[in-house]
């Protein structure tokens, strides 16, 4: 069958044929099950401490003189401001070989440090020195010795954000990067590894840590991971210092005083951590892959939402470890099961030879799965594949290993003519692109508000998500897989570099589970060019080699029809002109083509906030209506710290169609109206959202009677009408932007307190939706809800008691009638009156605020501000399950309560919410469950056919 899931055409497809042989077993290796495999979330009870401290440096391994000349591929460090300091940051920087330090101001001048690629430019302005290959360890800083003393240290939870507590300041010299001064942290876990774990394997896994992260066990180092985007892990059973069954010091220190982007990148341990330990025989991690092919025609259940069928092959492997001291004969067996739960095929892999002393072993094997539902955006359907080691394959006993890997089975064709199909379906891609921090918690992006965003964007129409410069968080994945979300998965440094190229490995093996992946991105932008592209080769070649199922791509806006142009798969554009992708388009004319990202337009949520929309419909329009073009990613449905629109006092991103706090501006309901609602129902490539919409993009407060307001209106209709106080100004016919437009309403309107009514309606006059804004009084009260978990939003009913679940608070304020009053500058205070919860902090979207993320207060930002609360007790799995973890977190207990209790009884969190000026505060209270069903994948899972409120 066809080892690949997408087809270029011209298609190249890779053919492979796997023969399924009998599994025998040797009688002294067969055993009763004995899978020893556990997997602890690591999250808890870190103490850390941002600066430098006493971190130990010996400057004489500089034994290069790089002064007069000036470096190449060198990365800014705007945080150390003096030569000395530049030489501290990369003498203490294990993969730092070179420091330059100039007295010219930035961005030109300052810290450089890094791995150069020439010096060979001859400048006086330069000082600094070299050093051969990778740092030698430091010696053992003081911070990672088993006996140093942290009790003055901070407990916090993990994933953490370190910068993003920092003060704004105004002359930041990493101004671009949200204001937010650059720093270092040290985090220390003190924990016990349990006695029964003598003769496993296990290991620290790190989902990711920004930027430099150096790790030490007891003293001894383990490892260090120069990637700030990628997950890591390693080995601890077999380092010196372990001590198994007793107390361990497990160090980080993690540098993030230089970055790789030019917007904000926070730092720290910033995603989950987890313990693994497995048998001395096991699955390698990340090895277990499920590439489907589909070998039957495509069947239709019948509407988009029911979804369709066909048989298929997942062509499982998974590598196995031997660590042991003997070799061993052993098979592999593949389940794969529904969503539900039920088993829908089973078949056991060849015996194979494992050899001793770390050798290894693969078990490719076809699975056949006869009438396999296929992952569609309506119909996002998602099995696992469980995979066990067994010792007697005979009898199908004796489990010593096991993990599992979700995957979906789907068909993807990039064509140069016609664009992208899925599942032999057309399927536009009306994406957007989104970097990954979030108002308040930074780049630690909380698992429930991943899925608020997933949930946002299919609410604007969205079927697409660029990550944005970077590999995501895994849960994001996750979400995207259950939503029915393609995405197009992103490395970050990209070149001829050996490094790099590794970097992109690990992102494929990672990710190439995921269904909602249809395409894998090498680059962007500037960091494709300029002798990077030389790289290419070396990325195709890797990508291939790990996964070969997806296309490749590249977001250049220059170099089109260079090296890496040449190797690619799709052509990628970077906001270019109809012109230039029809020029290329001629030129190419076999060459499929994406609109990687375009479409910057501006603004804020304030008054006249409608006034981008031209913007985003001649923009969009350029890739959206041309059938060659496989889709869009829009620059971005999100604001994001750093990367201000204007200079101080803006420190976020003006973007978005939905602000850094998660309030949607008045853009985000064009694009529901156009990309969503005016899509026909049974299209394919559409989120299973209905109705109609009408929206007014004004907030009917203006400065003085009678001056002339143009108001903009958006509807899915094809007239609008516009009232004020039961009066008409007027009726407006509305075009789709893929016939020209004008897809919106343009009113002007001699102001005048009052009742702004808007009404769609069809051709006939029949009325299809009603919007209304009416000026407000004084603000006389504060509203506290939720946004998420929220029905409305389709992020849940309950926070699950995790220690971790983070909930969204939105206050509101209004007037006596309970009108919304876009009011700045009201502070507003979040409390928790009771219940297992704590506020972490607060936001209100405005892109000038310098108020402190992790406060519980923030002003008012045109009558909201959001809020933030996590649970602070973990009471979910088994109890035996939480007795192990309490076994094993030595500082367990004191910030995030662990409930060890048969049969846990969580009360909800009662929030509050007070406003200055305001006498009566309002109060809320939030369910905290224990049930599976309210995690965020299963709330992700049943949401796809629902409505979304976009509020």
């Known amino acids: 069958g066809m080892s690949s899931k997408f087809a ?28 020893v495999r556990e997997q602890i979330l690591f999250d808890f009870a870190w103490k850390y401490q941002r600066g430098m ?50 007295k010219a101001a930035p961005p030109h001048g300052g810290c450089w440090r890094g791995n150069p690629t020439s010096c060979t430019r001859q400048s006086a302005e330069w000082a600094g020195q070299g050093r051969d290959g990778p740092a030698p360890p430091p010696g053992v800083p003081p911070q990672a010795e088993t006996g140093f003393d942290d009790s003055a240290w901070e407990l916090g939870d993990l994933p953490q954000d370190f910068m993003i507590t920092e003060e704004y300041d105004e002359n930041d010299p990493s101004s671009g990067k949200a204001h937010l001064p650059r720093n270092v942290s040290w985090y220390r876990k003190h924990f016990n590894i349990p006695a029964d774990w003598a003769g496993s394997d296990f ?58 982007g030019w917007w904000y990148e926070g730092g720290g341990i910033y995603r989950h951590t987890y313990l693994i330990r497995a048998g001395r025989v096991h699955i390698e991690q990340f090895s277990l892959f499920a590439p489907a092919s589909v070998t039957g025609s495509i069947t239709p259940h019948g509407t988009p939402a029911q979804g369709l069928s066909a048989d298929a092959t997942v062509n499982a492997t998974a590598t196995l470890i031997n660590d042991g001291t003997s070799s061993t004969r052993v098979c592999v067996r593949y389940t794969v099961f529904a969503p539900n739960g039920s088993a829908v095929a089973t078949v056991q892999s060849d015996m194979v030879t494992v050899p001793a002393h770390g050798g290894s072993a693969k078990t490719p094997t076809q699975v056949p799965l006869p009438g396999a539902e296929l992952w569609s955006i309506p119909r996002p359907y998602v099995y696992t594949l469980n995979a066990d080691i067994l010792t007697d394959c005979l009898d199908g006993i004796g489990v010593i290993d096991g993990i599992n890997a979700t995957f979906g089975v789907r068909t993807l064709k990039y064509t140069a003519d016609t664009g992208f199909f899925l599942n032999g379906q057309p399927a536009k891609v009306r994406g957007f692109c989104n970097h990954n921090s979030f108002g308040s918690v930074g780049i630690a992006l909380p698992d429930r508000v991943h899925l608020f965003r997933a949930q946002a964007m299919r609410a604007v129409g969205g079927n697409g998500w660029r990550m944005s410069h970077n590999p995501p968080a895994p849960i994001l994945l996750d979400v995207l897989d259950e939503v029915g979300i393609v995405a197009m998965d992103e490395n970050r440094l990209f070149g001829n570099n050996s490094e790099y190229v590794a970097n992109m490995g690990d992102m494929v093996l990672r990710d190439r589970n995921h269904p909602s992946i249809a395409v894998w991105s090498f680059c962007n932008e500037a960091g494709c060019s300029g002798g990077a592209e030389t790289g290419a080769p070396a990325f195709q070649h890797i990508t291939d080699e790990l996964d070969g199922t997806r296309p490749t791509l590249a977001n250049q806006y220059s170099g089109f029809g260079d090296i890496l142009s040449e190797t690619i798969d799709i052509q990628g554009f970077s906001h270019q002109s109809r012109a230039t992708v029809d020029a290329y388009h001629a030129k190419y004319p076999t060459k499929p083509l994406y609109m990687s990202e375009c479409c910057s337009c501006v603004s804020n949520r304030e008054n006249n906030m409608g006034i981008p929309v031209g913007c985003a419909q001649g923009q969009t329009n350029t890739s959206n209506a041309v059938a060659y073009i496989a889709g869009t990613m829009v620059w971005t449905l999100f604001d994001y710290y750093g990367e201000p629109s204007h200079s101080w006092p803006y420190v976020s991103s003006s973007f978005g169609q939905i602000d850094l706090a998660g309030f949607p501006k008045g853009i985000a309901h064009w694009y529901r109206s156009q990309w969503l609602l005016s899509i026909k129902e049974d299209a394919p490539d559409r989120p299973q959202i209905f109705g109609h919409m009408t929206y007014i993009a004004d907030t009917w407060v203006h400065n003085s009677t009678g001056q002339n307001v143009t108001v903009y209106v958006y509807s899915d209709s094809q007239f609008v009408e516009l009232l004020l106080d039961g009066a008409s100004l007027g009726r407006a016919a509305l075009v789709s932007p893929l016939l020209g437009g004008p897809s919106f309403g343009t009113f002007s309107v001699a102001y005048k307190a009052g009742n702004l009514t808007a009404v769609g309606s069809t051709a006939q006059g029949a009325v299809q939706s009603v919007f209304s804004v009416i000026t407000p009084g004084a603000p006389a009260a504060v509203v506290l809800t939720v946004d998420a978990p929220s029905p409305d939003t389709q992020t849940g009913a309950a926070l699950v008691a995790d220690g971790q679940d983070v909930g969204m608070l939105r206050a509101t304020l209004v007037d006596a009638n309970g009108q919304v009053v876009p009011a700045n500058g009201i502070n507003v205070t979040f409390s928790v009156t009771s219940g297992p919860g704590r506020i972490i902090g607060s936001h209100n979207g405005d892109p000038t605020t310098h108020e402190p993320n992790h406060a519980p207060w923030h002003s008012s930002y045109q009558g909201l501000v959001r809020g933030f609360v996590q649970v602070t007790v973990n009471a979910m799995g088994s109890v035996e399950q939480r007795r192990r973890l309490a076994s094993i977190d030595l500082d367990g207990g004191r910030r995030t309560m662990l409930d060890l209790t048969a049969d846990p009884a969580v009360p909800d969190i009662v929030v509050t919410a007070c406003a200055d000026g305001i006498q009566k505060c309002s109060s809320t209270s939030i369910v905290v469950s224990t049930r599976s069903e309210d995690t965020v994948l299963a709330v992700a899972r049943a949401s796809v056919r629902t409505a979304h409120v976009l509020a």
């Not at 190249?12 to 290796?29: D, E, S, W």
């Not at 000395?84 to 294990?94: F, H, I, N, V």
């Not at 380092?239 to 010091?249: E, H, L, T």
């Open 8 to 35: 270029i055409m011209p298609a190249k497809a890779t053919c492979l044929a796997l023969v399924l042989l009998a599994c025998a077993c040797l009688p002294a290796l067969c055993a009763a099950d004995d899978n």
């Open 53 to 102: 401290g006493n971190v130990q440096c010996n400057a004489s391994s500089f034994t290069k003189n790089f002064t007069g000349v000036e470096c190449v591929g060198l990365q800014a460090d705007t945080a150390s401001v003096t030569e000395d300091a530049c030489q501290l940051a990369c003498c203490t920087d294990p993969g730092c070989q070179v420091w330059q330090f100039s």
């Open 203 to 260: 290991w620290i896994y790190f989902e990711g840590a920004f930027r430099y992260a150096t790790v030490y066990l007891n003293g001894v180092q383990v490892g260090y991971h120069h990637c700030g985007y990628t997950s890591f892990a390693y080995r601890l059973d077999n380092v010196s210092s372990v001590v198994v069954g007793g107390a361990n010091v497990l160090a980080v220190y993690v540098d993030a005083l230089t970055g790789s």
